[in-house]
């Protein structure tokens, strides 16, 4: 006796589709109540006539056919379902007198009997077997496309990361002429943040750039993506309009905040072209706080025309000021 259930087929078989030929029509009702407790789709015809015009008409993961049949035998069925779909998985039904028809059905390669008088044990260690193998195989397809499709993206990716790396090399080699061609005073006691201020801005930074990355990445951005995003940048300009050096840059990033809360779509239209200028003002905006806390604050100002170039950009691609991007930037 087998020792396979049928709970333990229906796990492969629940979501199977399956056509079933056989004349004997007393076997067929019988034989499709147990199969409709097994598999979400069967579809009964009484020969193989019948059985090729359903086949022509849809997509079937298992044929289960008898071997004699009236008008067309299984044998014939077989073959010409071969023909259309080499790879279909087919079980045939077969009598102990049919056993001259087995050498042409292994030819047609053919695997799977079901010997009638039909043994429930019997059949379901068949359909176990053969479902768990096309389960498996419809598994592996899925894996392989979803692996093609990273793929895909990670090449992407790769392209606007290259993209991102010649951006911030650019910004870097402006920002080293800048430190050698420009003096700007600077007041230190109003250009210095209280601890506080600097690790609210710090955690800031944090939340927009995973905030960032979703949007660079995410296929399904809705508004509230967006606005989450925008409204980061409001809380990070509150906090620097309260140090009068930073008004301007906190004027601009507030601007930014208030652009993308007012006009979420047109971000999302133009993510791919915002993506990566968003990706280097943040990197830019970390650098920066970075030499606020250490009170480099001439190096810190010579960076503010990198962000404020970027914010302004970005601001014109979501209003709709700048339908073109060209691929050379020109940062200063």
């Given at each position: 006796m087998s020792s396979i259930t049928t709970d333990q087929t229906l796990n492969f078989t629940r979501d199977l589709k399956v056509l079933y030929a056989e004349d004997d029509l007393e076997l067929q009702e019988q034989t499709k109540d147990f199969f409709e407790v097994l598999f979400s789709s069967v579809t009964v015809v009484n020969d193989g006539i019948e059985a090729l015009e359903e086949y022509k008409k849809e997509s079937f993961d298992i044929v289960i056919s008898d071997i004699r049949m009236p008008s067309m035998d299984g044998i014939e069925l077989t073959t010409k379902i071969r023909e259309i779909n080499h790879d279909q998985c087919i079980i045939i039904v077969s009598a102990y007198s049919d056993n001259d028809y087995l050498i042409k059905f292994i030819n047609l390669n053919i695997r799977q009997?079901?010997?009638?008088?039909?043994?429930?044990?019997?059949?379901?260690?068949?359909?176990?077997?053969?479902?768990?193998?096309?389960?498996?195989?419809?598994?592996?397809?899925?894996?392989?496309?979803?692996?093609?499709?990273?793929?895909?993206?990670?090449?992407?990716?790769?392209?606007?990361?290259?993209?991102?790396?010649?951006?911030?090399?650019?910004?870097l080699l402006q920002i080293a002429k800048n430190s050698t061609t420009e003096e700007r005073s600077v007041n230190s006691t109003e250009a210095t943040m209280s601890q506080e201020h600097l690790d609210e801005l710090k955690e800031l930074e944090v939340d927009i750039g995973g905030a960032a990355v979703l949007v660079s990445l995410s296929k399904n951005l809705t508004a509230s993506n967006i606005k989450v995003l925008g409204s980061l940048f409001l809380s990070y300009s509150e906090i620097l309009?309260?140090?009068?050096?930073?008004?301007?840059?906190?004027?601009?990033?507030?601007?930014?905040?208030?652009?993308?809360?007012?006009?979420?779509?047109?971000?999302?239209?133009?993510?791919?072209?915002?993506?990566?200028?968003?990706?280097?003002?943040?990197?830019?905006?970390?650098?920066?706080?970075?030499?606020?806390?250490?009170?480099?604050?001439?190096?810190?100002?010579?960076?503010?025309?990198?962000?404020?170039?970027?914010?302004s950009t970005i601001i014109a691609i979501v209003d709709g000021t700048q339908d073109e991007i060209e691929t050379e930037i020109e940062f200063f």
């Open positions: 009997f079901i010997q009638k008088p039909i043994d429930v044990d019997n059949m379901l260690e068949t359909l176990y077997y053969t479902s768990k193998a096309i389960v498996n195989e419809k598994m592996v397809e899925e894996y392989r496309e979803s692996l093609e499709e990273s793929n895909k993206e990670l090449t992407l990716k790769n392209k606007e990361l290259q993209s991102l790396v010649r951006i911030l090399d650019s910004k309009s309260i140090y009068k050096p930073y008004n301007e840059l906190s004027q601009k990033i507030n601007e930014l905040g208030v652009a993308l809360n007012n006009a979420p779509e047109n971000f999302i239209k133009r993510v791919t072209d915002i993506s990566t200028l968003l990706e280097s003002f943040i990197y830019v905006l970390r650098m920066w706080r970075a030499k606020v806390v250490h009170i480099e604050f001439s190096k810190a100002f010579e960076l503010h025309s990198s962000m404020t170039n970027d914010i």
